[in-house]
């Protein structure tokens, strides 16, 4: 597929830097459709025939974006401090693809770590940095291979997979795709779940992957592939081979207490009934969030936040977190 330069940007601004990227061939969508209509079947068809016109209507060419400076990642290392393997491993590829026309490309990661650490939160922050749009695939919830490559055409209620959906359907050439929960995948006899992924976290035979139900290649190389796990027993071999694994721990007691008060700042600067919250939590509600995980922390803040305001106060107090919260002990602290 063929790419090239959108706008030029100066080095020294701390925006993306987009190029345009083909992410199918037109021609070969012309010729599906074409043999489609000569057919006859139109009307058997008529979900294939849509998608392929839309192709067309909507062109080949796609955002391909990174960012303009590495150090753009600061923050995130502030707000993600037990995660400083995995950013450092995305700096190194975000050094790579400065000062040069070449795109970002991230070597597929595997985020291994109990619930409610931040998985998905780091997933969602790394799109953002890097400009792009992010897709999340729950693999608990899906039975099917063909939720990834799509399902024949052939079949009542076919329709494209989810990584064809978000290539053709979307802005960008360089999404972030977040398989969740990658060991939880169900699967039997017929359909392998993680089948597609074989093909698709290899950068080679990535790059003209053919989704089942359009039977058209579609460049999915440049896709940015992040998944995560509770237990690495449950993924075969030969995907965990393609992945850089990453441990990521429960975050310290001290690296707890940031991701709070980032947390606090965050929401409160988000909303206009922040102006009327203190800049500053103080010390006992810090210690009081640092013992949940940060799946919790901002259901408590909100809580919290929600109570102050109750009393007309701009101080947030421990009793104002959830009393299920209060009382929960911290499971899986790290010293």
Sequence with gaps: MTRHSLVPQPSTLRIPVAQMRSVFHPGDVERKLSRLQESGNQREY????TVYERMLERGPERFQVKPSGVPDMASLYEQLPNFTDVLDDVRRHVA???DSRDGLEVTPMLLLGPPGIGKTHFARQLAELLG???NLLP???MTAGWLLSGSSAQWKGARPGKVFEALVEGEYANPVIVVDEIDKASSDAQYDPLGALYSLLEHDTAQSFTDEFAEVAIDASQVIWITTANDARGIPDP??????VFEVQAPTLEQARTIARNLYAGIRAGHDWGRLIDPE???D???????MPPREMRRALMTGFGNARLDRRSTVEVADLPRAAIGKSRIGFVQ
Excluded at 239 to 244: D, E, G, Y
């Design 285 to 291: 509600v810090l210690d009081q969030l640092a013992q």
């Design 96 to 98: 790579l693809a400065q």
């Design 46 to 49: 008529e979900t294939l025939r």
């Design 139 to 141: 693999m608990s919830s």
């Design 281 to 283: 939590p103080s010390g």
């Design 132 to 134: 792009t749009g992010m």
């Design 239 to 244: 995907i965990l081979n393609r992945m850089n």
